[in-house]
């Protein structure tokens, strides 16, 4: 299994930018599915990005404001966030998923507020 922690949340005012960092304690390789999971209070987990391959696909809410990326060589996984809105407002969890396992991170709090 891939242990995973994240960093770069915070506090923003609405309009502004963050970003996530995930690091991965081995490895990461092109074909494995990783990206990035928000969950809001009182709400199910959901889908933010994910990119596999060098294919990325984001949730609606969040497309052209929101951009992840992947280093192999470093075994991160980064979540740019631009135009922050109050919705946007949620833990952030790493996710990656492997032939062999699924594995998450901690989470990172992200609060968009003015």
């Known amino acids: 299994q891939v242990q995973l922690v994240e960093s770069g949340g915070g506090s923003v005012q609405p309009g502004g930018s963050l970003r996530l960092s995930c690091a991965a304690s081995?490895?990461?390789?092109?074909?494995?599915?990783m990206g990035w999971y928000r969950q809001a209070p009182g709400k199910q987990r959901e889908l933010v990005a994910v990119i596999s391959g060098g294919t990325t696909n984001y949730a609606n809410s969040v497309k052209g404001r929101f951009t992840i990326s992947s280093d192999n060589t470093k075994n991160m996984v980064y979540l740019q966030m631009n135009s922050l809105k109050p919705e946007d407002t949620a833990v952030y969890y790493c996710?990656?998923?492997?032939?062999?396992?699924?594995?998450w991170g901690q989470g990172t709090q992200v609060t968009v507020s003015s």
């Open positions: 996710h990656v998923r492997t032939q062999e396992s699924i594995s």
């Open positions: 081995r490895r990461l390789f092109n074909t494995y599915v």
